[in-house]
């Protein structure tokens, strides 16, 4: 009876702390990905054609790019250096910050 009343107890417990913090059921992230070109670049802002807003890079921002050998396509580790004006390019946003930098080198 006793490991009943303890069982319910830690249940009643656990749904009173979701309630109270509701940020550890809802653990969702608000990304999104924007494809487009470039059309200016700095160290830590990047304006692409899809978007009228410029983007901020974040310092910690994961740098790829997608090269195309035979018929499949690979991804590389890449640095932002490579980037240049007309590029295709797949960034992963949250809200204006750019976390992620995919160049598609594939499709020139």
């Known amino acids: 009876m006793r490991k009943i009343h303890k069982f319910i107890l ?3 417990v656990f ?5 109270l913090f509701p940020s550890f059921s809802n653990s969702q992230t608000n990304h999104v990905y924007i494809n487009g070109k470039v ?3 700095s160290n830590d ?12 890079i974040s ?4 740098v790829v790019k997608h090269v195309k050998k035979s018929v499949s396509i690979y991804e590389e580790k890449a640095s932002l250096r490579e980037l240049k004006p007309g590029q295709s390019v797949t960034l992963k946003v949250i809200g204006n910050t750019v ?4 160049i598609e080198e594939y499709k020139k």
């Open 10 to 12: 830690e249940t009643l």
């Open 15 to 19: 749904i009173l702390l979701l309630s």
């Open 39 to 41: 059309l200016s670049f």
């Open 45 to 56: 802002i990047i304006q692409i054609d899809t978007s009228k807003q410029p983007f901020y």
């Open 59 to 62: 310092n910690t921002a994961r």
């Open 99 to 102: 976390y992620e930098v995919i």
